[in-house]
């Protein structure tokens, strides 16, 4: 084992836990990712040391997720739950009247989604989803990029197998930021926390899941010889190994002590970084839960007390509608002041006229808030019994508040639009502010004023005009002199040197956020071959569904949008991806390798992706088109037959890590595909190929 990688990997590990689970670290971020870097730098030249629980593999993968359904070891059972105080103490009553001694362990219920994590020999086996308690679905892939899994545990005293069950769950801070993203680029943004961590955890592309700031919190164990004989002393010892476990549970032995931490969790609801739902309460001896037993669906030893949503009531004094960078209309609700779960709310979320329609929202009204982890809070309600005769039926507006276009609806989706998408003031500027926006084009001299001021006064009025600003156009304007118009037209020419994946993001076509902008650069290369993609092309990247693939498509169908783009294009931006080195290489390009059999180093798993991050193929039978077959022990003898007599080449592991080790390489799969070319047009018959060959 290389020394260094292992020593990394350790140190690594350990300042993860102590950022993410401690809250405690010792070592600056710069220090930390400098750790990682040479890490990964380490990993790429010495790809026989992958190791799937490699603190690297926190910033996930690009290739695609299959989620396989895995059953359940032990049924994922659900939790009976009460919203009463009296049927809760009942509860607990009852328990006390057959154990008059037992014990219970409080604790917060995380609003998010179950997840049961097996570890083997202290290292993380697999991560899958309750499904439907009896299956899950495996998605070991993604739960690898949260920081607060543990990958390899500490200490010791573990079982030699056994599962952590927790739940995975997005802290308010990253569902925001998530939102935002969302709503910039026009998609719907998640209703609230609990979606938006179910439907990460279920995306195809774990780098993606890595960047959208999921959380774990463990609070139960399971397995055949648990080290100690209650729930209490095995998190305590997990804890010690490294699982991030509440440090805000509780051992009552009364019910005045439940009802006090029930007391207490509901005060420090409102201040938690993230949603919880209420509180529950479990027997804390196993002793005692074996004889309390089960239900088929739930146990008779455990009870969760949901708290009812935190709610205020208010008078709705007017509706605002907002225009958003898409022409998306939002309505906004100015509410009476009042206090809500630790903060003032002046102002509302209405969402769509058909909410407000089904609500029967009218000016006036009292009207229910609520708060979950949004930013801001939502109407889920009107108080019937205080409506007044003054309180008017409400008017969706038909036209833009803005620019005065009739406003359209698109089939299938809750919000109208203003479809002037040309000159509707709040949507120009939107479109140029997303623009130069930090993770677009980055010209940070330029802000939102200031845009909006260029609009006014008629000096630009796309994001092409940008490039035709000059600094004489500049100085002139209301709070701009000389240095700062000479610091925005530098920052402007600098902005030709964004790559290739962030211009796309720039041009703020539909649903095309970040990421999706990234996976579209890596897989057309250029903006050429992608303004020429069909939409089955546009499927074949990933993460790219039918929705996105058609607004692409329709984009680059609009004269206006080419018009645009070509002006872009001429000013100098870029429209190539840079050629990445980043991926494993590019050694078994073109190859079509089965696996058979099990192996001392990697997991079939590992060698799967290892092809696949190599530029190969891994195939499922052996056919005419198996370039290698990679044998292992035990394999199947049918296999080892067909191959032979296929005349298809028959590798070891060992052989295999020599392939993808960054010095050796295969010769018809590496070489430059220029020399291939120069080749061919000195040979005989040059014609269509000199001219191409020209082209180097
Ligand atoms: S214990 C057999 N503890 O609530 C009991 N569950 O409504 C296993 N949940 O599916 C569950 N916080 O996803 C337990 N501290 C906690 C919890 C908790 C949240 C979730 C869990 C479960 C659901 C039941």
Known sequence: ?????????????????????????????????????????????????????????????????????????????????????????????????????????????????????????????????????????????????????????????????????????????????????????????????????????????????????????????????????????????????????????????????????????????????????????????????????????????????????????????????????????????????????????????????????????????????????????????????????????????????????????IEGEAKHYCPNTESCPPQIVGRIVHFISRKAMKIESLGEETIELLVREGLVSDIADIYSLTVEQLVPLPRLGQKSAENIIASIEESKQVPFHRVLFALGIRYVGETTAKQLAAHFGSLDALKNASVDELLETPEVGDKIAQTIFDYFRSDDNLALIQRLESAGLQFVAEQKGESGGAQLSGLGIVISGTFVRHSREELKELIEKHGGKNLSSVSSKTDYLLAGENMGPAKLKKAESLGVKIISESDFEQMISAESSIESATEPIMEVTVEEITSSGAGASAEQGSLF
């Not at 930390?32 to 603190?55: C, G, I, Q, T």
């Not at 146990?299 to 225009?323: I, M, N």
Request: hydrophobic share 35%; glycine share 6%.
């Open 1 to 409: 084992m290389h020394k260094e990688i292992q020593q990394l990997r350790e140190a690594l590990a350990k300042h993860n836990w102590l950022y993410y689970v401690e809250a405690q670290p010792i070592v600056s971020d710069y220090e930390y990712d400098a750790m990682m870097r040479r890490l990964v730098e380490l990993e790429k030249a010495h790809p026989e040391e992958f190791d799937p629980n490699s603190p690297s593999v926190r910033v996930g993968s690009d290739l695609a997720n299959d989620f396989q359904t895995v059953v359940h070891r032990y049924p994922m059972l659900s939790l009976g739950n009460t919203y009463s105080l009296e049927e809760l103490s009942e509860f607990c009553d009852k328990i006390c009247r057959e154990i008059p001694d037992a014990e219970f362990v409080c604790e917060q219920k995380f609003d998010g989604t179950a997840i049961s994590l097996t570890y083997q020999d202290g290292k993380l086996l697999r991560a899958v989803t309750r499904g439907d308690g009896e299956k899950g679905d495996d998605v070991t892939a993604n739960v690898r990029t949260i920081r607060s899994v543990p990958l390899v545990l500490m200490g010791e005293g573990y079982p030699d197998y056994f599962e952590m069950r927790g739940e995975v769950y997005m802290p308010h801070s990253s569902f925001n930021r998530l939102n935002a993203e969302r709503e910039d680029i026009g998609e719907t943004p998640f209703a609230n926390p609990r979606n938006a961590a179910a439907g990460t955890l279920k995306l195809q592309n774990s780098s993606v899941v890595a960047e959208r700031g999921l959380e774990c919190f463990l609070y139960y164990m399971e397995g055949d010889n648990l080290p100690f004989a209650s729930h209490w002393e095995n998190l305590e010892a997990a804890r010690g190994w490294g699982f991030r476990i509440s440090k805000q549970m509780r051992l009552c032995r009364s019910w005045a002590e439940i009802a006090e931490y029930i007391d207490q969790t509901a005060q420090l609801r409102s201040e938690l970084p993230y949603d919880i739902d209420g509180v529950v309460i479990k027997v804390n001896s196993y002793a005692d839960r074996r004889r309390l037993g089960s239900t088929a669906k739930a146990p008779r030893w455990a009870v969760a007390y949901k708290y009812k949503a935190e709610q205020a009531l208010t008078r709705l004094h007017s509706v605002d509608f907002q225009v958003g960078r898409t022409g998306a209309i939002t309505p906004v609700a100015n509410l009476q002041p009042v206090h809500l779960a630790g903060t003032t709310v002046k102002r509302a979320s209405l969402h769509n006229a058909e909410q407000i329609a089904l609500l029967d929202i009218r000016l006036g009204d009292m009207v229910y808030v609520e708060k979950g982890g949004e930013i801001i809070p939502k109407i889920t309600g009107v108080e019937l019994s205080e409506r007044s005769a003054e309180c008017v039926p409400f008017e969706y507006i038909t036209h833009c508040p803005e620019c005065g276009a009739a406003l359209v609806r």
